[in-house]
């Protein structure tokens, strides 16, 4: 199985994002964590940002 694959911002996502509870304005920061909502995966970051909110599973 491959993981590498590339997916496209979802519709549902891009909703989402500008009023997830994270303590900061960055697009991108909220884009990654609404496309991890959405599909129901974990994230893979030590960015303080994201784990402190408990908005997002992350794996660390």
């Given amino acids: 199985m491959t993981y590498n ?3 496209p ?3 549902e ?3 989402k994002a500008p009023v997830l ?3 900061h ?3 991108y920061d909220r884009l990654i ?3 991890a909502l959405v599909l129901g995966v ?3 970051t030590k960015d303080g940002n994201i784990t402190d ?3 997002v599973r992350v794996v660390w």
Wanted: hydrophobic letters at 60%.
């Fill in 5 to 7: 694959a590339v997916l």
């Fill in 9 to 11: 911002t979802s519709l």
């Fill in 13 to 15: 996502a891009a909703l």
């Fill in 21 to 23: 509870a994270l303590p």
């Fill in 25 to 27: 304005p960055d697009p």
């Fill in 33 to 35: 964590v609404a496309e």
């Fill in 42 to 44: 974990p994230l893979i």
């Fill in 53 to 55: 909110s408990d908005v």
